[in-house]
């Protein structure tokens, strides 16, 4: 496109970084997305090179923005908008590598309350007799 400016609740929903578009705008209010450091509002218009700091969830994304949009397209057309930069990606996978270990670790604890038959098994191990 040849625009020089797009609305952020639009480029988001454009860069395929929110479902709708109604969603992108309620990040955006409540402050899941920064704009080159300041919180913004949903009319907000970004630019080429403007740097977006965006939470989903646990995970944040920052992106420099490379591209224009207002209109959705497929997945790998929506990832030319953006470049991650590696801060960030390092970060994400950091935190992706952590959570894994963290429910590997929840694998080997106990699955569930002990039955009769282990009960007595533990009573007989901890007895002093």
């Known amino acids: 496109m040849t625009q020089d400016t797009i609305r952020i609740d639009k480029w988001l929903w454009a860069a395929r970084f929110f479902k709708t578009r109604s969603m992108a705008a309620q990040a955006v209010t409540g ?3 920064q704009v080159n450091g ?3 509002k949903p009319a907000r218009m970004v630019q080429l090179g403007d740097e977006l700091r965006i939470r989903r969830g646990e995970f944040e994304f920052i992106v420099i923005v490379q591209g224009l949009s207002d209109k959705r397209r497929p997945a790998r057309e929506a990832q030319l908008l953006y470049e991650e930069t590696e801060s960030s990606l390092q970060q994400r996978e950091e935190m992706r590598e952590q959570k894994r270990l ?3 670790s929840k694998m080997y604890g106990p699955m569930k309350r002990p039955d009769k038959r282990e009960r007595r098994q533990i009573r007989s191990f901890t007895r002093k007799d």
């Open 102 to 104: 963290e429910a590997a």
């Open 38 to 40: 300041a919180r913004i």
């Open 31 to 33: 402050g899941k997305v």
